[in-house]
C-alpha cells in the first residue's frame, strides 16, 4: 500500500544516455513535485504538475523534462545524462496546489541516480 | 517494514514557547537521520544525524538522537511565527538506495 512509488529504486548509467524514472501517487493527490538532494542532503524542487499543468520549474536545465500521463503520475525523464546529474531524486505529492497551503508533501523512497 | 512516525501531526503554539518533536523509526542497518523544515516550497534541510547522544543545534533549534530507541527530537526555543511550518522527519539505511520519510508535524506559531 505504498502512497508514493518511484521505479527504479538505484540507477546506474553512463554519461549521454537517457533515462526515465517513474514516479505513481495513489493519494488522489491533486499536485506532484520532482526534487534532486545533492551530496550535502538540500532538497532542491526541479518540477511540480498539478492537474497536468506545470506550475514550477526552477531553473532545471532543459535535458529534463516532466511527463505527466495522468494525475497519479509524474515521470522524470533525463537526456544526455552527465556527471553533475548523479544524485538522489525524490517524487513527492500533496493534497492541494503548491503556494496555496502548506500541507504536508508525501516523498517517495528516492531513486539514486549514478552517472558514470 | 521500515518505516517513520512522527508525532504530534499538528501543533499550534505561542510565540515564546518551546516545543518538541519526535520522530521515531524502524529501519534496517540504520545510516542517518535528516530533519527538514517545510513551508511553501522545497523542505529546507535542518540537521543529518548519525551519532546516539550528540547534540546538533543551530540557534534555537537543536535536535538529538537515539539509536537505542528509535528516536529523534527536534526541539524549538522561544518560537516565532517564523517557524510555522511543516517538520519532516527522513531515515536512511544503509542501503543508500532509499530514504523513509514521516508524514510530517505541521507546527502553527501564533502570536
Known amino acids: 500500500d505504498t502512497a508514493v512509488s518511484q521505479t527504479p529504486k538505484y540507477l546506474v548509467t553512463q554519461m549521454g544516455n537517457d533515462k526515465s524514472i517513474k514516479c505513481e501517487q495513489n493519494l488522489g493527490h491533486d499536485t506532484m513535485y520532482w526534487y534532486k538532494q545533492d551530496s550535502k542532503k538540500f532538497l532542491k524542487i526541479m518540477f511540480s504538475?498539478?492537474?497536468?499543468?506545470?506550475?514550477i520549474n526552477e531553473t532545471v536545465p532543459n535535458r529534463f523534462s516532466p511527463k505527466s500521463p495522468d494525475k497519479a503520475h509524474l515521470n522524470l525523464h533525463i537526456n544526455s545524462l552527465e556527471l553533475g546529474d548523479s544524485a538522489v531524486y525524490f517524487c513527492a505529492s500533496s493534497p492541494r496546489a503548491s503556494g496555496r497551503s502548506t500541507d504536508t508533501q508525501y516523498f517517495g523512497p528516492g531513486t539514486r541516480l549514478t552517472v558514470l | 517494514e521500515d518505516k517513520v512516525v512522527q508525532s504530534p501531526l499538528s501543533l499550534v503554539v505561542h510565540e515564546g514557547d518551546t516545543v518538541t518533536l519526535n520522530c521515531s523509526y524502524e529501519?534496517?542497518?540504520?545510516?542517518?537521520l535528516l530533519w527538514y523544515k517545510q513551508e511553501k516550497k522545497a523542505p529546507t534541510f535542518l540537521f543529518m544525524l548519525?551519532?546516539?547522544?550528540i547534540e546538533k543545534k543551530s540557534g534555537r533549534l537543536s535536535s538529538i538522537l537515539d539509536k537505542k530507541e528509535l528516536f529523534s527530537i527536534l526541539n524549538i526555543t522561544a518560537t516565532q511565527t517564523g517557524d510555522s511550518a511543516v517538520y519532516l522527519c527522513a531515515v536512511e539505511p544503509n542501503t543508500g538506495n532509499q530514504f523513509y520519510f514521516g508524514t510530517g508535524t505541521s507546527l502553527t506559531v501564533i502570536p
Open positions: 548519525t551519532s546516539s547522544g
Open positions: 504538475y498539478n492537474n497536468k499543468e506545470l506550475i
Open positions: 529501519v534496517t542497518n540504520f545510516r542517518s
